[in-house]
C-alpha cells in the first residue's frame, strides 16, 4: 500500500511568486494534515480537513496561504505570493480515524520551500 | 497551553548500546496520545510508537520502548541494541482530544538528533 506522497520535493522561487504544494494521502484516510517546520522551530500545524472540508485551518499563518481540497482525495497548499518567511519544510500527513484514541498519522516526505 | 519539551538537542551512542531520548509534555486533559516519530536524512517522518494516557503498560515496537510516566508527565523513547540506521532526529508528539476547533493536531516537540558510532 503506498504510503503518503508529496510533489514536489523541493521547490526554489523568488519572493513574489506563486507555489502550489501537492499531497495524496494514502488511500482511504478521510483525514488530511497539514505541518511545517521552518528553519530551527518546532513542526506546527497548519490545517486539517476531513474528507473536503476543512476541520481546522487555526495554524495557517496568514490569508496568503490557500489549502483545498477537492472531491476529498488530494489536496494542494497555495502560497501566494510567497515572502522570504515561508522557507521551510511543508508535511502533508494523513489518518483513518481521527476520532480514536489510538488514530496514527502518517507522514509524506515532505516539501522543502526555499524563497529567495 | 499544551507543550512537549525535548532537553537533548543531539546524543551520541555507541553502537549495540541502549539509549534513553527524553520528552516531557504538558496538559490539563486526562486523555492524550503520545507519538514518537523518527526523520532520517532523507527527510520523511517515521511512525514508531504511540502510547495513550489510559494505557496501563508501556508501548513496546520491536527495539522500541516507551518508558511513560504518568504522574511526571514524561514519556521517554528507549531504543535498544542500536544500530547505524538509527542515527536520525527524533521528535515527540501529543494529540489532545478536540476542542472548540475540533482538532486532533500534533503538538511537537523540538527534536533530538542522535548519532550512533560504530
Known amino acids: 500500500e503506498a504510503g503518503v506522497t508529496q510533489f514536489p520535493s523541493h521547490s526554489v522561487i523568488e519572493k513574489g511568486q506563486t507555489v502550489t504544494l501537492r499531497c495524496d494521502p494514502i488511500?482511504?484516510?478521510?483525514?488530511l494534515y497539514w505541518y511545517r517546520r521552518v528553519m530551527g522551530k518546532e513542526i506546527k500545524f497548519l490545517l486539517h480537513?476531513?474528507?473536503?472540508?476543512?476541520?481546522?485551518e487555526s495554524g495557517m499563518p496568514n490569508n496568503r496561504f490557500l489549502a483545498e481540497r477537492t472531491g476529498g482525495t488530494y489536496s494542494t497548499l497555495k502560497v501566494q505570493p510567497a515572502e522570504l518567511e515561508d522557507s521551510g519544510v511543508y508535511f502533508c500527513?494523513?489518518?483513518?480515524?481521527?476520532?480514536?484514541?489510538?488514530?496514527?498519522?502518517?507522514f509524506g516526505p515532505g516539501t522543502r520551500l526555499t524563497v529567495l | 497551553a499544551q507543550k512537549i519539551t525535548q532537553t537533548q538537542p543531539g546524543m551520541f551512542v555507541q553502537e549495540k548500546e541502549a539509549v534513553t531520548l527524553d520528552c516531557t509534555y504538558d496538559?490539563?486533559?486526562?486523555?492524550?496520545?503520545l507519538f514518537w516519530y523518527k526523520q532520517p536524512s532523507s527527510g520523511e517522518m517515521i511512525f514508531l510508537i504511540y502510547?495513550?494516557?489510559?494505557?496501563?503498560q508501556n508501548a513496546t515496537e520491536g527495539r522500541y520502548s516507551l518508558n511513560f510516566q504518568k504522574a511526571r508527565k514524561s514519556a521517554n523513547l528507549v531504543i535498544s541494541a542500536s544500530q547505524l540506521g538509527d542515527s536520525a532526529m527524533y521528535f515527540c508528539?501529543?494529540?489532545?482530544?478536540?476542542?472548540?476547533?475540533?482538532?486532533?493536531?500534533?503538538?511537537f516537540g523540538s527534536g533530538t538528533r542522535l548519532l550512533v558510532r560504530p
Open positions: 500527513a494523513s489518518s483513518l480515524l481521527a476520532g480514536a484514541s489510538t488514530d496514527t498519522q502518517y
Open positions: 488511500s482511504g484516510h478521510d483525514n
Open positions: 480537513f476531513v474528507k473536503e472540508s476543512k476541520q481546522d
Open positions: 496538559t490539563s486533559d486526562p486523555s492524550y496520545g
Open positions: 502510547q495513550g494516557s489510559y494505557d496501563q
Open positions: 508528539a501529543m494529540r489532545e482530544p478536540p476542542g472548540m476547533d475540533s482538532s486532533y493536531k500534533l503538538i
